[in-house]
Nanobody
């Protein structure tokens, strides 16, 4: 069982930055691929970014490429999402999720989810 707790969301003006964190329980954090997803009101949950267990590979949605950076600190069992140049369309509830070993963009394939942290970008 893995427990994920997100933090770092908030209200920011367009063009600003936020750094989300996701702290995981358990002693095998490095075995898990970690993903960030988001869901805006009335929309489906969508992929944002994913990072491999050792941090050696990372992939992004086209909509955030060049603005967001995913990283992880396995010693702290934490994954981060640095979000720069935020836009109003980035407003959503942001979730982190974990999947043992496999790198996925499909939300349905993830095993564990956090409760989400709200990001609101004002224009």
């Amino acid at each position: 069982q893995v427990r994920l707790v997100e933090s770092g969301g908030g209200l920011v003006q367009a063009g600003g930055s936020l750094r989300l964190s996701c702290a995981a329980s358990g002693r095998t954090f490095s075995a898990y691929t970690m993903g960030w997803f988001r869901q805006a009101p009335g929309k489906e949950r969508e992929f944002v970014a994913v990072i491999s267990g050792n941090g050696g590979a990372a992939y992004y949605a086209d909509s955030v490429k060049g603005r967001f950076t995913i990283s992880r600190d396995n010693a702290k069992s934490t994954v981060y999402l640095q979000m720069n140049s935020l836009r109003p369309e980035d407003t959503a509830l942001y979730y982190c999720a974990s999947k043992l070993y496999i790198i996925l963009r499909n939300a349905g394939g993830y095993d564990y989810w956090g409760q989400g942290t709200q990001v609101t970008v004002s224009s």
